[in-house]
């Protein structure tokens, strides 16, 4: 798919496929074209050219499909003063499918039913968007950054309840910066720069085709662990020495020589983003 804003480029032919039943990774820079990719694949823009399938349809030309399909965003842009349960109940009566009930009891949201929407901690409003999206009884919930204004720990009960879904059979398609949370519950990645696919892969794959046995690791005395470790390709990555070779020979080699080693961790997912992008997402914040 192809889209500009006037004579800006904003997506240049850029194609991937989302398994069915995945939980999809849509990773980027900020302006990389992630927002424009999930306008469109919603329905939400026309894109100016391309073959665009969401379940089988055109998006734009089938407005449709939205009934088979949610789509989240990093906040909850509805009416603040509604109760839980009013947004939840009227959300229900628009698509008449499930009974909001079941909803509120799986989600947990009991205690909060009375609770203006605006009373909400930012977990619990994303619980909530979650929930009312679950009211469409979706195949699939595309997600723009749905944990960027989140805690770690409304990050984790969050991907969570998106692992749980999952399993029931919903497939996922969720933007993020947040690559390290990110790679705890996505089975396949796509990413995208500067309006271009660079990759698209199971996520297995991507961390792997990039670091090979890669480890990263932090001693005491990186200087003296540079040159021990020459032979293992060591070079020196921020405050990491990396190296390819086995973590056995490699702390083998570092013990031998007294030094203390503070942490040493497989290659992830943020690493592969570096490598892939030549730059770090989190840099951007
Ligand atoms: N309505 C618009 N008019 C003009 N330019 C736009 C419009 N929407 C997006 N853009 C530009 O298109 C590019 C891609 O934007 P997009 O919002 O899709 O990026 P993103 O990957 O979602 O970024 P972020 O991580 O900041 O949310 C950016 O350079 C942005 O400035
Ligand atoms: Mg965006």
């Given at each position: 798919m192809t889209k500009r804003f006037g004579k800006y480029v904003?997506?240049?032919g850029i194609s991937f496929s989302v398994e069915k039943g995945s939980i999809t990774g849509f990773i980027g820079p900020n302006g990389s074209g992630k927002t424009t990719t999930i306008k469109v694949l919603s329905g939400l823009l026309k894109a100016d050219a391309g073959d665009i399938k969401v379940l089988g349809m055109n998006p734009w030309d089938n407005p449709e499909v939205r009934s088979r399909m949610s789509v989240i965003f990093?906040?909850?842009?509805?009416?603040?003063?509604?109760?839980v349960e009013d947004y939840l109940y009227d959300t229900a009566s628009l698509f008449d499918?499930?009974?909001?009930e079941n909803v509120i009891q799986e989600f947990e949201l009991c205690k909060f039913r009375?609770?203006?929407?605006?009373?909400?901690?930012a977990g619990y409003k994303q619980k909530v968007q979650l929930a009312s999206a679950m009211l469409n009884d979706p195949e699939l919930i595309i997600a723009d950054?749905?944990?960027?204004?989140?805690d770690p720990n409304a990050r984790n009960e969050f991907n969570s309840l998106i692992t749980k879904l999952n399993r029931r059979g919903i497939t996922f398609f969720i933007s993020s910066h947040i690559l390290s949370e990110l790679e705890r519950v996505i089975t396949h990645v796509v990413m995208i720069n500067k309006g271009k696919i660079v990759a698209s892969s199971l996520m297995n794959t991507f961390i792997g085709e990039d670091s090979e046995n890669k480890l990263l690791i932090l001693v005491d005395n990186p200087q003296e662990a540079l040159k021990l470790l020459s032979s293992f390709n060591a070079k020196a990555v921020g405050a990491y020495i990396e190296v390819i070779g086995g973590i056995r020979e490699v702390v083998d080699v570092l013990d031998k020589a007294k030094l203390k080693i503070i942490m040493i961790r497989r290659s992830s997912l943020d690493d592969a983003f570096l490598e892939k992008t030549g730059r770090n997402v989190q840099d951007n914040f």
């Open positions: 904003a997506l240049n990093d906040k909850l842009y509805f009416p603040q003063l509604n109760t499918k499930l009974d909001p009375k609770k203006k929407l605006s009373e909400l901690s950054e749905p944990t960027a204004n989140l």
